[in-house]
């Protein structure tokens, strides 16, 4: 099981980012996939998922109305939309994925880890 996060950069607040998570050894449709971040001096926290029983999405409460989840299974990945960027969006952004998660934004469900990708909202 692999992933790798991609898309990460420096933009002014209000503005927009997507990143990508590229996945493989897997079929993502059984694996819960969620995108998580870390902010420094913080804990890891969830940022968003797509439950692996329906293919639903859920958010954390500070992203709700900004972020928008998505997956496309051609291409193996996974994306986020980040729109209305603000300061304290700045953080490493991760993917990670689990089989046994259905709906999860708790870091410590999920077993397997991409490296993170840096988003700072910055003017």
């Known amino acids: 099981v692999q992933l790798q996060a991609s898309g990460g950069g420096l933009v002014q607040p209000g503005g927009s980012l997507r990143l990508s998570c590229a996945t493989s050894g897997f079929t993502s449709d059984d694996y819960a996939i969620g995108w998580f971040r870390q902010a420094p001096g913080k804990e890891r926290e969830g940022v968003s998922c797509?439950?692996?029983?329906?293919?639903?999405?859920h958010y954390a409460d500070s992203v709700k109305g900004r972020f928008t989840m998505s997956r496309d299974n051609a291409k193996n990945t996974v994306y986020l939309q980040m729109n209305s960027l603000k300061p304290e969006d700045t953080a490493v952004y991760y993917c990670?994925?689990?089989?046994?998660?259905?709906?999860?934004?708790?870091?410590?469900?999920?077993?397997?880890w991409g490296q993170g990708t840096q988003v700072t909202v910055s003017s």
């Open positions: 990670a994925a689990d089989p046994w998660v259905v709906v999860g934004l708790s870091p410590d469900e999920y077993d397997y």
């Open positions: 797509i439950s692996s029983s329906d293919g639903s999405t």
